[in-house]
């Protein structure tokens, strides 16, 4: 089993490097090959099919821009892992600042 992590890593190396390199069918191939682990972790989160796909959609498109990002310190899935849970962190703060208009009222909010 330990020898099958250990090829996709290797794989998932060539990829970042191809892709990297300026190769988009490597880059394609690796954002296929990490498609279902981005959805289902966002999933865990989200709980909601549709939020988890729009959240997948927008932590593929963080891949892509920050790839050269990847310093190759863990393996690729650690940091795609951080990458959704930032994410995932970043929009719920954001959503919530929308909620927060002002003290006042966010007073009012907590006494009812």
Request: glycine letters at 2%; zero cysteines; aromatic letters at 12%.
């Given at each position: 089993?330990?020898?099958?992590?250990?090829?996709?890593?290797?794989?998932?190396?060539?990829?970042?490097?191809?892709?990297?390199?300026?190769s988009?069918?490597?880059?394609?191939?690796?954002?296929?090959?990490?498609?279902?682990?981005?959805?289902?972790?966002?999933?865990r989160y989200?709980?909601?099919?549709?939020?988890a796909?729009?959240?997948?959609?927008?932590?593929?498109?963080?891949?892509?821009?920050?790839?050269?990002?990847?310093?190759?310190?863990?393996?690729?899935?650690t940091?795609?892992?951080?990458?959704?849970?930032?994410?995932?962190i970043?929009?719920?703060k954001?959503?919530?600042?929308?909620?927060?208009?002002?003290?006042e009222?966010?007073?009012e909010?907590?006494?009812?």
């Open positions: 089993m330990n020898h099958i992590f250990k090829h996709q890593d290797s794989d998932d190396k060539e990829l970042i490097s191809s892709a990297l390199g300026g988009k069918t490597a880059l394609e191939h690796l954002l296929k090959r990490h498609y279902q682990f981005i959805y289902n972790v966002a999933l989200v709980l909601n099919s549709s939020d796909q729009d959240l997948t959609q927008e932590v593929m498109i963080k891949v892509i821009t920050k790839l050269s990002q990847f310093k190759e310190q863990s393996e690729f899935r940091w795609l892992y951080r990458i959704v849970f930032n994410h995932f970043n929009s719920n954001r959503k919530m600042e929308h909620l927060v208009v002002n003290f009222e966010y007073g909010d907590l006494d009812r």
